[in-house]
């Protein structure tokens, strides 16, 4: 896979649903017949995913919340796995 | 960072229950089709009223509360009920992911427009009739032209156009036939199911188990299709566990993740529960989900291990697989506690290779499929049950 660029704009992929659940303690990934239960860093990389946001923005965000640094090659090889997964996909 | 992981996986079987994560409202018996191979109780006609919508929604708010998440709208036939779209409008105002499976007949332009809009997540669409509708499909004939119309309603709504197709053994030789049609209907994603064998389907055993060279010869045309229409469609073939050496983990354990609620209001673990004696099923118009899924008998007689009797009791692979379905044991062994027959270190297993073994003659010899009557699924047939066992034991 080519590398993802700082300017794309990573969205949760149609017809999936992102929300958090209090009853599992995490976000949940919705799907046709199916869930993934998503750990703490890909719940918060995910819960950024709005369309609006390019992956630099989300960087950033993460880096801010959480007070870290170095995190985007981190973000960028989730990301990468969930559009291949087809957890997300990419808008203009 | 990592990706998340799969929940089914991660629900421990004992000692902690977690939620009914997955919510399946069979909200009717009444379908216009009549499946031979239906996993609904072959004496679904004798079962009390439908709840009311009242008492589906509240339902949906009690489990939902609990921590459901995952809601399946059956039947039956779901659209025969006329408040299906009040059904999802609160289900999706709850924040349910709501999936509607449904055989198309009834799914109208106003109608799917009325669902969409109350927030329906996905719809699959089932080809229930497959014998009938292959035959139409080969004579393009009216059933497969009311099939063509919802296909394309489906993907017209912004939906991605899943279909599912029951296999048989009066069908699986027609495999590059169905997934044609599939294509031919636009579907992105098929789901070649082979028969689960509980009620009507068990009633109709011995004439619908494939023999493995079917099963091969189908799985080869699968993977011969998957090449050709790589990308664009994804084809998920299930294999019938007959021809397996180990159970399925049915369920992920009873009383684990799944709760269904049967059309009169009745709580199962599983979708077929209901055959099984000596479980007193609760029934959601007397006690509230809360108490149904934590405290009733029902929900905790298959939870953890202690139910579980040798071999299952000292194996290792227990707390993978669960020692299978209880209501396979229950059907084949005439013991809901026993090892699933399906697996081969079951003491039992003869019971499940010696039913492969007839069908592997009741498919060579066309004659032999005609000795016992198909007992299509419908209110009459269902009134007065002949033969319980469908001539399964010998």
């Known amino acids: 896979m080519t590398e993802l660029a700082e300017t794309v704009k990573p969205a949760i992929a149609h017809g999936l649903k992102l929300q958090w659940e209090p009853a599992q303690d995490a976000h949940v990934l919705l799907y046709p017949e199916g869930m993934v239960k998503l750990n703490g860093s890909a719940g918060a990389i995910m819960s950024r995913c709005d369309g609006a946001r390019t992956l630099a923005d989300i960087v950033a965000d993460l880096e801010r919340s959480y007070g870290l640094t170095g995190l985007a090659a981190d973000v960028r090889a989730f990301v990468a796995l969930a ?3 087809r957890w997300l996909e990419l808008r203009e | 960072m990592s990706g998340g992981t799969q929940t089914a996986a991660a629900q421990p079987a004992a000692p902690g229950v977690g939620p009914p994560l997955w919510l399946l409202l069979e909200l009717t018996y009444r379908c216009p089709l009549h499946c031979v191979f239906c996993y609904n109780p072959t004496d679904f006609a004798r079962t009390g009223p439908e709840l009311s919508t009242a008492d589906w929604l509240r339902v949906l708010r009690e489990a939902r509360a609990l921590g459901a998440v995952q809601l399946g709208l059956s039947g039956g036939e779901p ?3 006329e408040d299906l779209e009040a059904i999802v409008a609160e289900a999706h105002a709850l924040g349910f992911y709501i999936n509607l499976i449904t055989s198309g007949v009834g799914l109208t332009r106003a109608r799917i427009a009325a669902l969409k809009a109350a927030g329906l997540d996905h719809i699959q669409l089932s080809f229930q ?3 009938r509708e292959m035959n139409d499909f080969l004579s393009s004939t009216r059933t497969f032209e009311l099939k063509s119309q919802v296909a394309a309603l489906i993907r017209e709504f912004g939906y991605p156009m899943v279909l599912n197709v029951v296999l048989h053994r009066l069908n699986i030789d027609h495999v590059a036939e169905i997934l044609a049609m599939a294509e031919a209907l636009g579907a992105q994603y098929v789901e ?5 064998y509980y009620g009507w389907a068990w009633r109709n055993r ?9 099963l091969e010869r189908a799985e080869a045309a699968t993977q011969r299709f998957r090449e050709r229409v790589a990308g664009r469609m994804q084809i998920y073939f299930v294999v019938p566990d007959y021809f397996e050496t180990r ?3 049915c369920m992920n354990g009873l009383g684990s993740v799944f709760l269904a609620i049967a059309p009169d209001g009745i709580a199962m673990p599983c979708h077929a529960a209901r055959m099984l004696p000596g479980l007193d099923l609760p029934s959601v118009r007397a006690a509230d989900v809360r108490t149904i899924w934590y405290e009733s008998a029902a929900f905790n007689r298959f939870r953890g291990e202690a139910w579980m009797k040798e ?6 692979e227990r707390t993978k697989d669960f020692g299978g379905c209880r209501c396979q044991a229950y059907l084949l062994t005439g013991d809901p506690d026993n090892t699933d027959p399906v697996c081969e270190l079951s003491p039992q297993h003869a019971l499940v290779t010696a039913a492969v073994a007839r ?3 009741g498919a060579r010899s066309p004659s032999g499929a005609r000795e016992q009557v198909l007992v299509f699924r419908d209110h009459r047939t269902s009134i007065p049950v002949v033969t319980e066992d469908g001539g399964g034991h010998r």
Do not use: G, I
């Open chain 2, 192 to 196: 070649l199911a082979n028969t689960q």
């Open chain 2, 359 to 361: 069908a592997e003659r």
């Open chain 2, 79 to 81: 659209l025969v009920r």
């Open chain 1, 83 to 85: 559009l291949q997964k």
């Open chain 2, 206 to 214: 011995e004439q619908l188990l494939p023999s493995r060279a079917q």
């Open chain 2, 311 to 316: 071999p299952c009791r000292s194996c290792p």
């Open chain 2, 247 to 249: 159970p399925k983990p």
């Open chain 2, 129 to 131: 009739d497959s014998t």
